[in-house]
């Protein structure tokens, strides 16, 4: 348990356990469930955690509110990681009320069957009073399901926002951020946006300019550190990547069986090194452990104006590994990129014309025809300086 005011304290978990997020991104550096006691008149709970953490997450409540009870548990966001335990809460404390709005209903019901006369429904810019201080409610669809709201304690100028503004990654017995911690979680932020918000650009736009009239002091999130010194940034990152805007430099995403598109991709990686083009490399086949696989591919496409695709020709189609990429950039309605895609085949080339018509659907740029070749890589086969003359 943290204190964050007189009021309110921290009582979520850190997790070093969970090797992947929703089972599929990578968690090198953990990551933090938060939720937040209010302590007035009333209490409040704002969300749960993941299950597995009832004792800690018990223990912190007690720490914060020692033997009184809770009067609401307001669930922002019905992800299991944050809705877990609210079959759990609603036992331990038996004159709980859960606050939330009426697309959280029947999830409530689907997920922990609960009663009707347990549940109070809010709507947008409704209040509940604590007592000197209240809640109000704003509804952001889609950040990140359909029932998703934060809410904002006006008294303190914190808003409990839910997942956004989060990032992987736990945080220190600090909890709230000081100079330089941004910078510490800039790539997780982005690698958490990319991967889990990253298909809801609209959205967050819409909810940013509805919280724009905020005075906001202090970002109680779902995921990370508590922002209040880098509010700012913050705000500022998301706003960038949900507007898709990136800058000048190249994403090299491939995956290969034998090393061949492998080297041809090393090959690029080492010519726009020379040319002084910034750029990442990914191997979505993950042939080294600790690599960020798609997760890390998808955090650079937020943040490079150019994909770059090697997969071998597989089955007369696309490697699967890469094109479950290009079908991860249409789901995120990733725009306005230039692309080049190459690979190796041995009999009948596919994957590069295939690529090119993926990303021909998703209105990219093609800096060419892309660079099909056969068998083993060598450098007299396959020009990776002039493809890197292309990029530039
Ligand atoms: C299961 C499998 C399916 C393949 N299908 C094709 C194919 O349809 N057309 C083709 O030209 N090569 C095909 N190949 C050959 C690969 O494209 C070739 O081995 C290529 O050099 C592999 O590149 P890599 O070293 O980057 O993995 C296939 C290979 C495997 C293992
Ligand atoms: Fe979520
Ligand atoms: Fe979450």
Redesign the pocket.
């Given at each position: 348990m943290v204190k964050l005011s007189d009021r309110i304290a921290y009582v979520g978990v850190n997790d070093t356990d969970k090797v992947l997020f929703e089972g599929l991104w990578p968690l090198p550096v953990g990551v933090s469930y938060n939720s937040y006691v209010v302590a007035d008149e009333k209490t409040a709970l704002i969300d749960t955690v993941e299950s597995g953490f009832e004792e800690d997450f018990l223990e912190n409540i007690h720490d914060a509110i020692g033997d009184r009870p809770l009067d609401y548990l307001v669930v922002n966001h019905m992800e299991p990681d944050h809705s877990s335990l609210i079959s759990y809460m609603l036992q331990e404390y038996p004159g709980l009320q859960i606050v939330a709005n009426a697309k959280t209903v029947p999830m409530l019901k689907g997920y922990h069957n609960v009663p009707d006369d347990r549940i109070m429904v809010v709507a947008e810019g409704d209040r509940v009073s604590l007592g000197n201080c209240s809640l109000r409610f704003y509804m952001t669809p889609m950040v990140h399901w359909p029932e998703t709201m934060v809410t904002w304690l006006e008294e303190e100028n914190t808003l409990f926002s839910g997942d956004a503004f989060g990032t992987f990654g736990t945080i220190d017995e600090d909890v709230a951020d000081s100079e330089g911690t941004f910078e510490q979680y800039r790539d997780e932020m982005m690698r958490y946006y990319a991967c889990i918000v990253g298909k809801y650009g609209v959205p967050v736009q819409t909810a940013l300019k509805k919280l724009g009239g905020l005075e906001i002091k202090r970002i109680c999130s779902t995921h990370g550190p508590v922002w209040e010194k880098g509010i700012a940034s913050v705000i500022a990152l998301y706003d960038k990547m949900s507007r898709y805007e990136v800058e000048r430099g190249v994403c090299i995403v491939y995956a290969?069986?034998?090393?061949?598109?492998?080297a041809a991709a090393d090959a690029l990686a080492m010519e726009l090194e020379e040319q002084g083009v910034p750029y990442a490399i990914h191997d979505l086949a993950g042939n080294n452990a600790g690599e960020l696989g798609i997760s890390g591919a998808l955090r650079d496409v937020f943040k490079y104006d150019t994909i770059v695709v090697g997969a071998?020709?597989?089955?007369?189609g696309i490697?699967p590994p890469a094109e479950t990429f290009m079908k991860a950039l249409q789901a995120r309605l990733i725009k306005g990129r230039r692309f080049y895609a190459f690979?190796?085949?041995?009999?009948?080339?596919?994957s590069v014309r295939l690529l090119n018509e993926m990303a021909a659907s998703l209105n990219f740029e093609l800096l060419g025809n892309g660079l099909s070749f056969p068998?083993a890589y060598t450098r007299e086969k396959v020009d990776m300086k002039a493809v890197a003359e292309l990029l530039k």
């Amino acid at each position: 348990m943290v204190k964050l005011s007189d009021r309110i304290a921290y009582v979520g978990v850190n997790d070093t356990d969970k090797v992947l997020f929703e089972g599929l991104w990578p968690l090198p550096v953990g990551v933090s469930y938060n939720s937040y006691v209010v302590a007035d008149e009333k209490t409040a709970l704002i969300d749960t955690v993941e299950s597995g953490f009832e004792e800690d997450f018990l223990e912190n409540i007690h720490d914060a509110i020692g033997d009184r009870p809770l009067d609401y548990l307001v669930v922002n966001h019905m992800e299991p990681d944050h809705s877990s335990l609210i079959s759990y809460m609603l036992q331990e404390y038996p004159g709980l009320q859960i606050v939330a709005n009426a697309k959280t209903v029947p999830m409530l019901k689907g997920y922990h069957n609960v009663p009707d006369d347990r549940i109070m429904v809010v709507a947008e810019g409704d209040r509940v009073s604590l007592g000197n201080c209240s809640l109000r409610f704003y509804m952001t669809p889609m950040v990140h399901w359909p029932e998703t709201m934060v809410t904002w304690l006006e008294e303190e100028n914190t808003l409990f926002s839910g997942d956004a503004f989060g990032t992987f990654g736990t945080i220190d017995e600090d909890v709230a951020d000081s100079e330089g911690t941004f910078e510490q979680y800039r790539d997780e932020m982005m690698r958490y946006y990319a991967c889990i918000v990253g298909k809801y650009g609209v959205p967050v736009q819409t909810a940013l300019k509805k919280l724009g009239g905020l005075e906001i002091k202090r970002i109680c999130s779902t995921h990370g550190p508590v922002w209040e010194k880098g509010i700012a940034s913050v705000i500022a990152l998301y706003d960038k990547m949900s507007r898709y805007e990136v800058e000048r430099g190249v994403c090299i995403v491939y995956a290969s069986m034998y090393g061949n598109t492998a080297a041809a991709a090393d090959a690029l990686a080492m010519e726009l090194e020379e040319q002084g083009v910034p750029y990442a490399i990914h191997d979505l086949a993950g042939n080294n452990a600790g690599e960020l696989g798609i997760s890390g591919a998808l955090r650079d496409v937020f943040k490079y104006d150019t994909i770059v695709v090697g997969a071998p020709t597989y089955n007369n189609g696309i490697f699967p590994p890469a094109e479950t990429f290009m079908k991860a950039l249409q789901a995120r309605l990733i725009k306005g990129r230039r692309f080049y895609a190459f690979g190796s085949y041995t009999w009948a080339g596919a994957s590069v014309r295939l690529l090119n018509e993926m990303a021909a659907s998703l209105n990219f740029e093609l800096l060419g025809n892309g660079l099909s070749f056969p068998q083993a890589y060598t450098r007299e086969k396959v020009d990776m300086k002039a493809v890197a003359e292309l990029l530039k």
